[in-house]
């Protein structure tokens, strides 16, 4: 029996690489914006459907330079159901995160709760689009208005996902996309800020470069946040197949959607209610019904060599760093502590061929069959 994995990083066959590479050694320019670089920018733009968009190592460096560009300090609003990445960011800039409890349904931060953590110190919020599932936009948008505060979007999951037609990048002030391996569509390592406007792209580009404005210019203290060549190269080659690649992965969700409403006691997040849904995940909850608890499930898997991930497990309130902020307890936050306990996120990616599928699906359906 070959091993499940969640995910599997899509990689085009290696010879189509080559030619990409040949670029880069015949102009030798290997970093700092080079010609791949600016058309993997382009092409993302085009793909994505958004005007500006600068391109960086990772998206915990982004989210870095996000946090600096938007001038955020004080407090900012956040939920613990995500990628710790995220509230490091916070941290390193000397920014509170504050708290707040998710929606049942998305496992996105619930608006109605935010402005009873809003106070003087509060400049921002900071949402993530949990499994590509679209936050409810409007509703944080108009909490910002009304009280002065910037939205950064962690959409480090949403990878063109739209609703109504419009890429979902365009909600808040800037979007942050992660091109992580691991991620729908990947560039090894990498990720990106969306940005609203020219200037504000240009300010991002110069801080990305340690904050130089030219050669002997130092405007503010900036970080290095480059992608290179060769990471941009890999990014243009992997953006033809990944439209392909995320076909492949609606027709997984739908199989688990279809297999497993049968199964009592496991049940399928909702879909979204975006238009154009990325599949990046496969979520279910783990009920009290069902024969074994969510930490079973997962252990019943792995004996049989299906590996799913516990996603997001611990909560970001669970790690030491942020388990003595204020709201940053379990009793202020039930929705989440129980998500963290019941959610699984089963093995989905495009190398996931029909047999695999249907090993996992049977294990699910009969957990107490032992594995042979
Ligand atoms: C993957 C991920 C990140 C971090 O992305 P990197 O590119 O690995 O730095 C941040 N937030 C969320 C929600 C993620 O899933």
Redesign the pocket.
């Known amino acids: 029996m070959t091993r499940i994995t969640v995910t599997q990083p899509l990689l085009p066959p290696l010879e189509e690489f080559i030619p990409y590479l040949q670029r880069i050694w015949d102009t030798r320019i290997l970093t700092n914006g080079g010609q791949l670089h600016q058309e993997l920018e382009a092409a993302l733009c085009a793909h994505l459907g958004v005007s500006h968009l600068s391109l960086f190592t ?6 870095m330079a996000a946090v600096q560009v938007l001038g955020l300090k004080g407090e900012v609003i956040t939920t613990p159901f ?2 710790v ?2 509230a490091h960011a916070l941290r390193r800039a000397n920014v509170q995160p504050v708290f707040v409890d998710v929606e049942p349904r998305t496992l996105n931060i619930d608006p109605s709760l935010i402005e009873g953590a809003i106070t003087p110190r509060t400049t921002a919020i900071m949402a ?1 689009h ?1 499994y590509g599932n679209p936050c409810a936009v409007d509703a944080i948008q108009a909490i910002a208005e009304r009280y002065g505060l910037q939205v950064l979007y ?1 959409a ?2 949403a990878f063109g996902v739209c609703i109504d037609g419009r890429s979902i990048l365009h909600a808040g002030d800037l979007s ?1 996309l ?3 391996a ?2 729908v569509f990947n560039t090894f ?3 990106a800020i969306i940005a609203p406007d020219a200037a504000t792209k240009a300010r991002i580009d110069q801080l990305k470069n340690f904050g130089m404005k030219d050669e002997v210019t130092v405007d503010e203290v900036g970080l290095n946040g480059k992608m290179s060549e060769v990471h941009a190269a890999f990014g243009l080659l992997q953006l033809r197949y990944v439209d392909e690649a995320i076909e492949k992965r609606a027709t997984i969700a739908r199989h688990y959607r279809q297999a497993l409403s049968r199964v009592r006691g496991i049940e399928c997040l909702p879909d979204g209610h975006q238009d154009i849904p990325n599949h990046s995940y496969f979520p279910v909850r783990v009920r009290p019904d069902y024969p074994l608890s969510r930490d079973g499930l997962y252990e019943m898997l792995r004996a049989r060599d299906i590996y799913a991930r516990r996603y997001f497990y611990p909560l970001i309130t669970d790690f030491p760093a942020y388990q003595t902020l204020p709201r940053g307890n379990a009793a202020t936050l039930p929705v989440a502590v129980h998500a963290a306990r019941e959610v699984l996120c089963l093995p989905i990616h495009p190398a996931l061929t029909h047999d695999d599928l249907v090993r996992v699906i049977d294990a699910i359906t009969h957990p107490l069959h032992g594995s042979q």
Request: aromatic share 8%; charged share 10%.
């Open positions: 990772n998206a915990t460096t982004a989210l995500s990628f990445a995220g993530v949990c962690d480090a999951h942050v992660s091109f992580h691991t991620k390592e990498g990720g």
